[in-house]
């Protein structure tokens, strides 16, 4: 049973559901109603401003029937009707994370024990099957990592890759960039150097956050894929060294990029990035783009290139890397802003290929959900 009653004189209502109480602000209710005179009926988007909600308004009347909440503000005399289910599930009369650091119920941390956990997928089943799509960009939510097989061995294969979830982000390599050992190389990924784990392109503002690495060849010995958590990482440095932790996250590295010509990239961003409420929402970590940094005190120098030591340590810890050697007509996507990639070294026989380019997590996310509102409707 729900019962309503009305607080702070009409500031606020008190909603008893099931036992639990949440409160609810007069304005926050006001202008997140879904009446017809308030959000356009196609696409939900509002059609008032705050300034059209009088500042004092309260509610001087409200009750409950079923599922249905209805609600009288003054001074306009508006009757509205609320959903109770959708006010339960966007509480926010909730107890207040204390500790940085935290991540969202979605966000699965992860280390080498879960090799045999990570999101993969056929590349035709996704292409065909919707739901085998949601479960596998799912499973690329929660993990920030995902592999395909099975798909094309052909140039441009990638491009579809990303047309299962969003659009290919352009950068100054192209649409495009192939992953093989070049004479003169722009970038050291274009050679046969192993690569310490790191996000690509943290010298731009914002970084392309989806990152796609699929491979046409690869018959040469090494060059093996590894994949690290960097929200595990950083909850571990946390664990460790707290005041490592904040400091990586408190003040900013510096990055650039200038290695084509009439290209001079740069950023200013912490290591660590957390959101003001202290959610952990991203790791920009890549010492071949670290530029000098320059936003620390002196006081605080020595200690902040300790945690940035020990934070390099962990994420070459083999306990946090998945490693796997991609084959002709797989790849795997990352999201750019948590997990980290690296390769092994590889010889110079045999080959090897592999074609990249850059998303973005918000067309993987939209993709996502739609995916599962059609999937529930259907299924109702």
Not at 27 to 56: K, Y
Not at 133 to 145: E, R, Y
Not at 223 to 251: I, K, T, W
């Amino acid at each position: 049973m729900t019962t309503v009653k009305i607080i702070e004189d009409g500031a606020a209502i008190a909603l008893d559901m099931a036992g639990v109480t949440s409160r609810y602000h007069a304005i926050w209710l006001r202008d997140n109603a879904w009446d017809e005179g308030t959000r356009a009926s196609g696409n939900g988007q509002r059609l008032i401003a705050l300034s059209d909600i009088p500042e004092g308004i309260a509610i001087q009347g409200a009750e409950v029937a079923g599922d249905t909440l209805t609600l009288t503000f003054a001074p306009t005399g508006e009757r509205i009707d609320y959903d109770l289910n959708w006010l339960l599930a966007h509480c926010y009369d909730l107890p207040q994370m204390s500790e940085k650091g935290w991540v969202s119920d979605e966000t699965i941390v992860w280390d080498a024990a879960m090799r045999d956990h990570i999101p993969q997928a056929d590349f035709n089943q996704v292409k065909t099957d919707n739901e085998a799509l949601a479960a596998w960009l799912d499973g690329v939510v929660q993990f920030g990592f995902g592999k395909l097989s099975g798909g094309p061995v052909q140039e441009g294969a990638l491009f579809e890759v990303a047309d299962l979830f969003g659009y290919v982000r352009e950068t100054n390599y192209g649409r495009h960039f192939e992953v093989r050992t070049e004479v003169n190389p722009s970038n050291l990924a274009f050679t046969g150097l192993g690569l310490q784990a790191h996000t690509d392109n943290p010298y731009r503002d914002p970084v392309p956050t989806v990152q796609i690495l699929y491979c046409l060849e690869n018959s040469a010995e090494g060059g093996e894929n590894m994949v690290v958590d960097g929200f595990a990482c950083a909850q571990r440095l946390q664990r460790e060294d707290p005041r490592g932790f904040h400091l990586l996250s408190s003040y900013c590295a510096r990055f650039e990029f200038a290695g084509s010509e009439g290209v001079c990239l740069r950023s200013r961003r912490p290591m660590i990035e957390l959101a003001p409420d202290g959610a952990l929402v991203g790791v920009r970590f890549n010492n071949r783009s670290a530029a000098a940094i320059t936003d620390v005190p002196y006081a605080d120098m020595a200690a902040y290139y300790a945690a940035y030591r020990r934070l390099g340590q962990i994420i070459d810890d083999p306990d946090m890397e998945i490693t796997f050697k991609l084959e002709p007509g797989e790849c795997f996507v990352v999201d750019n802003t948590r997990v980290l990639h690296a390769r092994k070294g590889y010889s110079g026989s045999g080959s090897r290929w592999l074609q990249g380019c850059y998303a973005d997590m918000d067309g993987l996310r939209s993709t996502h959900a739609a995916l599962v509102q059609e999937i529930v409707k259907a299924a109702e």
